[in-house]
């Protein structure tokens, strides 16, 4: 009898002893290789998403004027949004729309043919670009005739050269306009120097388009479909189309060192941004 009752309390002992050691070193390895076997959890629904549908609504009715509106209101109000970078492609397409068409806003001035107006001449005036004003008025020749109205959205234009977010935004007075996504990065070359880090500051020096491997010029009618450069004063910063060879094996022409966008978001930025506009590279 005494050896079954010392048998019964080392079976509790042991077991007590085995149990929480299962429980403070087993247990908890188990319980985390389930948690890591378990699918990540369901996010709570983004209280945001309706708001901006309802700003989206606007677009795709043809209310341009109000989606801007509703759209730089959604940006301002809701920055933490899951829809915020929706927002923000969607504005800026609004944005181009209206700046680079005929379409009647507020904002817009109107500038009425002189004598002796070209159209070089009439975009110093009203600090544009040629080319801007063309796009912007729809003309299909560069003669312009004495009493023709010329419309244009003033503007001016920083670009912001975003490293982390891989984009490239564009400002208007400080204001968010328009951003374009990176596609391609300078690569680092054996023996070549390393890019510089921080805060760079700049401007535009120049614009390029080439069509067929040939510089063009605004008044061609090659130049919307071109491939575009914005040289920038800050080496290594150069924004170009950025396109695979075409089909007859073809490769486009690119900087030595640059930045590639989409040739659609590059032809809208070389439109917009003029020589002397300012650029910060973050």
């Not at 077991?15 to 378990?38: I, M, N």
């Not at 596609?183 to 880090?197: F, N, R, S």
């Not at 010029?217 to 150069?238: L, R």
């Not at 060879?245 to 439109?271: F, H, N, T, V, Y």
Request: glycine share 6%; charged share 25%.
């Amino acid at each position: 009898m005494r050896a079954i009752i010392l048998l019964i309390l080392a079976c509790c002992v042991f077991g007590s002893a085995g149990y929480f050691t299962w429980l403070l070193f087993v247990k908890p390895g188990q319980d985390l290789q389930l948690e890591r076997s378990l699918p990540p959890p369901t996010p709570p629904p983004d209280p945001t998403v309706p708001e901006y549908n309802k700003r989206v609504t606007l677009h795709t009715e043809g209310k341009l004027i109000e989606a801007r509106k509703a759209l730089q209101e959604f940006i301002d109000r809701y920055p933490e949004s899951t829809k915020l970078d929706e927002a923000k492609n969607r504005l800026g397409e609004i944005n181009a729309t209206i700046f680079l068409s005929p379409i009647e806003v507020p904002e817009k001035q109107s500038y009425i043919v002189k004598s002796g107006d070209v159209l070089s001449r009439v975009a110093t005036k009203v600090k544009s670009t040629p080319e801007f004003l063309m796009k912007a008025n729809n003309l299909q020749q560069v003669m312009l005739r004495i009493g023709q109205k010329i419309t244009y959205a003033p503007h001016d234009f920083t670009v912001l050269i975003d490293r982390k977010a891989q984009k490239v935004i564009l400002l208007n007075e400080g204001r968010f306009f328009a951003q374009y996504a990176i596609l391609a990065v300078p690569e680092k070359k054996k023996g070549q120097a390393a890019a510089p880090v921080g805060r760079q500051v700049g401007t535009v020096t120049d614009k390029i388009a080439w069509h067929d491997g040939g510089r063009v010029s605004y008044a061609d009618k090659t130049y919307n479909s071109a491939d575009h450069w914005v040289v920038v004063s800050a080496a290594g910063n150069t924004l170009y189309s950025f396109r695979e060879a075409g089909s007859d094996g073809k490769k486009p022409k690119r900087p030595p060192s640059g930045i590639g966008l989409a040739p659609e978001d590059m032809q809208k930025l070389a439109l917009l941004v003029r020589k002397g506009t300012p650029v910060i590279i973050e």
